[in-house]
């Protein structure tokens, strides 16, 4: 099986609660970035934090029969974070310290059963970088982002597609 490199990104209108998710995989960082087969899929009622992990679980689900291991480069600090946080949030049976469901409790758990399938590792990558700024991780990881930005803006009535960038 391959170890593959996924890219994941989203954008949302938080007003109308729709969002659209992008990613695309690699076997390698050699990749051309006008070369990058981008998948779009459009959300509703989402948010920021739901759609980041919606997005994720996606693309980790559509890729799953590819591979066994992954590196995920994302902006989402949750989704770098979830991982050191599982023992808590299960002993804690996804409530807070209020007593209070989280939000987004079944996203959690459908992500550590996905990371318990596939060995992901998660690297956090700093978005909306100047260009002169980016390295070659950031260069890739800004076509999600401008993907995401770009259906979002022209708010696209289809549910999922793909298209490069």
Not at 63 to 74: A, D, E, F, N, R
Not at 99 to 127: A, P, S
Request: aromatic share 10%.
């Amino acid at each position: 099986m391959n170890n593959l490199i996924l890219f994941s990104d989203g954008s949302v209108n938080t007003q109308r609660k729709i969002g659209y998710g992008a990613y695309f995989v690699v076997n390698d960082l050699s990749l051309n970035p006008a070369d990058a087969e981008i998948k779009l899929k459009r959300f509703e009622h989402t948010s920021s934090t739901k759609l980041e992990l919606q997005t994720l679980l996606w693309a980790l689900k559509e890729i799953k029969p590819l591979t066994s291991s992954v590196t995920v480069y994302t902006d989402s600090q949750n989704i770098v974070g979830l991982p050191g946080r599982r023992h808590r949030l299960e002993q804690n049976n996804y409530y807070s310290k209020n007593n209070k469901r989280l939000n987004n409790y079944e996203l959690y758990q459908e992500f550590f059963n996905m990371i318990d399938q596939v060995d992901c590792n998660f690297l956090k990558v700093t978005g909306h970088l100047p260009s002169k700024l980016k390295n070659r991780i950031d260069r890739l990881f800004s076509l999600v982002d401008k993907a995401s930005r770009n259906a979002l803006r022209a708010n696209k009535t289809s549910s999922s597609g793909s298209a490069k960038f």
